[in-house]
Nanobody, 121 residues
Framework: QVQLVESGGGLVQPGGSLRLSCTAS????????MGWYRQAPGKERDWVAA???????NYADSVKGRFTISRDNAKNTVYLEMNSLKPEDTAVYYC???????????????WGQGTQVTVSS
């Protein structure tokens, strides 16, 4: 069993910044890719950013240059630094991790519970 817990969401004015965190716990042998997704009201969940176990990163065009994803492997944690926030960034943000579990050594995908980010004046 693996649990992902997110934190750091909130209300911010346009142009402001927020930092999201997501920490995994449980039967973890190792974690491969970590990523962030978001879902705005009435829309599908969209991919935002990802970081591999080796540290390679990728971003959706809509956030490139404004958001930075990073990870702390010792803490099983992924971060999303969000700068120059826009109203269209308003959404529930979800983290996702591909985890190799200790019990079977198979990898599974796990999701966080989501954290609300609202960008408004």
């Amino acid at each position: 069993q693996v649990q992902l817990v997110e934190s750091g969401g909130g209300l911010v004015q346009p142009g402001g910044s927020l930092r999201l965190s997501c920490t995994a716990s449980g039967n973890i042998l190792s974690i491969d890719t970590m990523g962030w997704y978001r879902q705005a009201p009435g829309k599908e969940r969209d991919w935002v950013a990802a970081i591999t176990s080796g540290g390679s990163t990728n971003y959706a065009d809509s956030v490139k240059g404004r958001f930075t994803i990073s990870r702390d492997n010792a803490k099983n944690t992924v971060y999303l630094e969000m700068n120059s926030l826009k109203p269209e960034d308003t959404a529930v943000y979800y983290c996702k991790m591909t985890v190799v579990v200790t019990t079977s050594r198979y990898s599974y995908s796990y999701w966080g519970q989501g954290t609300q980010v609202t960008v408004s004046s």
